[in-house]
């Protein structure tokens, strides 16, 4: 397919547990990045890669919270020590260029319960 | 502190009719103004966007508003049919920096035959 896509869509953890989700872009696009998207509410910027760097880091919660992009193009967003606040779903997007207007395309997400 | 309000969680218009989602701001800063429609287990998809520098932009039945001076958008879709039945979320972006989606908390359209 020719979108971003997202796995796993749906993830339990047990609270304490590391968790990794993992995004594949569009290919080639320059642009990646992370929100979290609790419920009943809008997404919220978590990190943004430009290729293989991260240049904003700000909208990670805590320092449990850890994304890498190592080639400039798959990324992972890794949670250590699961707490239950933690659930919601976690929405990768990526856009072509990093200037401003390019549409920023999502994937389908994945739900993160923490129990 | 919301930079991004949608106050209406839900919204329901008769098949047909004009739907008007809004969406106010506080950042005067925000350089860029976008419509994203989600429907279940889908990630949000662009619908339409608007500069700063202008007031209106349209795109076949939709249509969004800047008013800046009310720091206030609108989107308008008209005629509504069934399939415009989604989550409707607001979005401003700076021009520095990366370029982030500042989100609203989306308002909930309902599309009625």
């Known amino acids: 397919g020719a979108g971003v896509s997202q796995s796993p869509r749906y993830k339990v953890a047990k609270r304490g547990q590391d968790v990794a989700l993992r995004c594949d872009p569009i290919?080639?696009?320059?642009?990646l990045f992370w929100y979290q998207q609790a419920l009943g509410q809008g997404p919220e910027f978590l990190t943004y890669f430009q290729n293989e760097a991260q240049l904003d880091k700000s909208g990670l919660p805590s320092d449990r919270f850890f994304a890498e992009r190592p080639e400039g193009s798959v990324s992972t967003l890794k949670i250590q020590r699961t707490q239950q606040e933690d659930s919601a779903v976690y929405l990768c997007?990526?856009?072509?260029?990093?200037?401003?207007?390019?549409?920023?395309?999502f994937g389908p997400g994945t739900r993160l319960t923490v129990l | 502190d919301q930079q991004v309000k949608q106050n209406s969680p839900s919204l329901s218009v008769q098949e047909g009719r004009i739907s008007i989602l809004n969406c106010d701001y506080t950042n005067s800063m925000f350089d860029y103004f976008l419509w994203y429609k989600k429907y279940p287990a889908e990630g949000p998809t662009f619908l339409i966007s608007i500069s700063s520098i202008k007031d209106k932009n349209e795109d076949g039945r939709f249509t969004v508003f800047l008013n800046k001076s009310a720091k206030h958008l609108s989107l308008h879709i008209v005629p509504s049919q069934p399939g415009d039945s989604a989550v409707y979320f607001c979005?401003?972006?700076?021009?520095?920096?990366?370029?982030?989606?500042?989100f609203g908390q989306g308002t909930r359209l309902t599309i009625n035959p």
């Open positions: 997007a990526s856009s072509a260029t990093a200037g401003l207007g390019n549409e920023q395309f």
């Open positions: 979005a401003a972006i700076y021009i520095q920096g990366a370029q982030k989606l500042v």
């Open positions: 290919s080639g696009h320059v642009s």
